[in-house]
């Protein structure tokens, strides 16, 4: 079974930066389509990033041109480099497949805030 092990959030300036990174657990990870998904309060969960296993990327319009998702298949991980990071940005962000297809993890909280 999948899991997943997000880190790397934090309390940061608008204007600032944090790349985010999530561990799998298994060894079927290079197969999927694996996501940046964020959850802010009072919202709902909702997909940012999304990188393919041949490392095609789609990002949200909200987020681009700011965040960059990458992956390492040999580490299991997907990471998130976030730049010029705005007070929108706070949430909770959490990765998993796309489309979904394992329980979630625990999230990292990013608070964008002067």
């Known amino acids: 079974q999948v899991q997943f092990v997000e880190s790397g959030g934090g309390l940061v300036q608008p204007g600032g930066s944090l790349t985010l990174s999530c561990v799998a657990s298994?060894?079927?990870?290079?197969?999927?389509?694996m996501g940046w998904y964020r959850q802010a309060p009072g919202k709902q969960r909702a997909l940012v990033a999304l990188?393919?296993?041949?490392?095609?990327?789609n990002y949200g319009d909200s987020v681009k041109g700011r965040f960059t998702i990458s992956r390492d298949n040999a580490k299991n991980t997907v990471y998130l480099h976030m730049n010029s990071l705005k007070p929108e940005d706070t949430a909770v962000y959490f990765c998993?497949?796309?489309?979904?297809?394992?329980?979630w993890g625990q999230g990292t909280q990013v608070t964008v805030s002067s």
């Open positions: 990188i393919t296993r041949s490392d095609s990327i």
């Open positions: 298994g060894s079927i990870f290079s197969i999927y389509t």
């Open positions: 998993n497949t796309v489309p979904l297809t394992r329980q």
